[in-house]
């Protein structure tokens, strides 16, 4: 009982920081709220046994520290990089069960934290922060029902980085279309 609530109390933080990572302005911002976010939810998980979860949480945690990293310095991910990190959200979303020797326990529900992830992935790659947010959006979806399905607080996370993620893109949207569409 007592680590379910922790872990519910773990998700009303992460809810918090999905409400607020989506308007920054800069894309190292964004991606250092991820790194907390991800650290809070992979504990949140890790307390109530969702273990794919919880490898996808941690390779995120390092994927958006590397891309602060390229941010500071001015370069991209290569391709290399890129495939290194797919391999690694789907290892880290099995890795879990091989480790404890559990993965016959490995089901569907499983897979989706690590399409999540992958998901996760393109949106830390971009270069530009409105692709970010709107590929962040169909993250925030596909974790909206895996912790709907889960019954656990971080659907109210992944609710608020919906609301807030479609709030950002509409005030960021480029003011140059919105001129054009009244023209």
């Not at 399409?115 to 949106?123: D, E, N, R, Y």
């Not at 922060?129 to 399905?149: C, H, K, M, T, W």
């Amino acid at each position: 009982m007592t680590n379910y609530v922790i872990s519910q109390i773990l998700g009303i933080i992460v809810t918090v920081l999905c409400l607020i990572g989506p308007h920054f302005k800069k894309k190292w911002q964004m991606c250092a709220n991820t790194v907390l976010a991800n650290f809070l939810s992979a504990l949140g998980m890790l307390f109530v046994g969702q273990l794919s979860a919880t490898g996808c949480c941690a390779v995120a945690i390092i994927q958006s520290l590397l891309r602060i990293w390229h941010l500071h310095k001015d370069t991209k991910p290569s391709k290399i990089e890129i495939g290194i990190f797919a391999i690694a959200y789907v290892a880290g979303g099995l890795l879990p069960y091989v480790v404890s020797g559990t993965l016959s326990e490995f089901g569907w529900l499983d897979v989706m934290p690590i399409v999540g992830a992958l998901v996760l992935m393109i949106s830390i790659v971009q270069r530009k922060e409105q692709p970010s947010r709107a590929i962040g959006l169909v993250n925030a979806i596909i974790y909206f029902i895996y912790d709907l399905i889960i019954m656990n607080t971080q659907i109210f996370a992944q609710l608020a980085g919906i609301v807030s993620t479609s709030i950002a893109l509409f005030r960021n949207r480029k003011k140059k279309a919105t001129k054009e569409a009244l023209s």
